[in-house]
């Protein structure tokens, strides 16, 4: 397994493998890794075959965190990170700097974004109004360093993928975007490096997500549902659980974010929740 760590060198080894046919298959992480990125791993090893390229890159990227929020104490293990990505056979790790990333901005010299205005504006994008500035920034810059294929994203971050989606066909990136299934943990919480950050007792109470989503499901198996009526039965059911507050919820068209005032089977849910002062995120399709 080879460690990338500048733009350039993570340009002209794609390059290369161009220039041999190999295909290049890529999963962005920002580290901290767990079983639900070594599944997408997996994915990307499926997906560039046997003679293929695996890369996944290690950034914890600064443009996506609001001034508030925990970009110095998001969780960071490199060894282990290496450790993981070398047994789940990955090819080639890109660790790119901020310096090399963001090249002049601690001089306030760095001054190109790229932004999608349309599908990040609800959910997310309504909580963190920055994030995704700067997710699809250093998504298309990622994609310019490794030049893959098909790019590997969680289903997780949902309305992520499809802001991805939506850049790579709005800017003609040949890319295709892959959207592999969450993984969850036995009780059905989804994985996430923020999972650290939960007490026990917190920990216990994180299955309000997942329940949130179980209970939608269930409602519209009987037919449609105001979405406004479902939102209050989310609220109420989270307000029972000491630890957790509803930052939001939404039912929405799955590939065009469009909010539903109907709920219907086929429609998707997100949902995000405070439990204590960690932040978790979750969907699903209905």
């Not at 298959?25 to 499926?46: D, N, Q, W």
């Amino acid at each position: 397994m080879r460690i990338v760590k500048t733009p350039a060198g993570m340009q002209r080894s794609a390059r290369d493998w161009q220039r041999k046919g190999r295909k290049i298959a890529f999963v962005p992480t920002m580290g901290y890794l767990h079983e639900g990125h070594i599944s997408l791993v997996h994915e990307a090893r499926k997906r560039a075959g046997r003679d293929g390229i695996v890369v996944v890159s290690i950034y914890v990227n600064p443009t996506q965190f609001a001034p508030s929020e925990d970009l110095s104490r998001y969780p960071r293990d490199l060894p282990r990170d290496l450790s993981l990505c070398r047994q789940a056979g990955v090819d080639v790790v890109f660790l790119p700097s901020d310096a090399s990333m963001y090249p002049g901005k601690e001089n306030g010299l760095y001054s190109t974004y790229v932004v999608e205005e349309r599908l990040s504006q609800g959910m997310e994008g309504a909580s963190r109004p920055t994030h995704f500035r700067g997710v699809t920034t250093i998504v298309a810059k990622l994609f310019l360093c490794v030049q893959p294929d098909i790019a590997i994203f969680g289903a997780k971050d949902w309305q992520q993928a499809q802001v991805v989606r939506r850049m790579v066909q709005d800017l003609n990136f040949p890319i295709r975007v892959v959207v592999a299934p969450t993984r969850r943990d036995v009780d059905g919480v989804a994985l996430s490096s923020r999972n650290r950050y939960l007490s026990p007792a917190e920990r216990s109470q994180a299955v309000i997500l997942v329940q949130s989503l179980q209970l939608c499901r269930e409602a519209v198996q009987g037919g449609p549902v105001p979405a406004q009526r479902l939102k209050t039965r989310v609220q109420r059911e989270v307000s029972r659980h000491p630890a957790a507050r509803l930052d939001y919820v939404e039912f929405f068209d799955p590939d065009s974010l469009e909010p539903v005032q109907t709920v219907v089977r086929g429609s998707h849910m997100a949902l995000a929740v405070r439990v204590g002062n960690t932040r978790l995120i979750d969907n699903g399709r209905l």
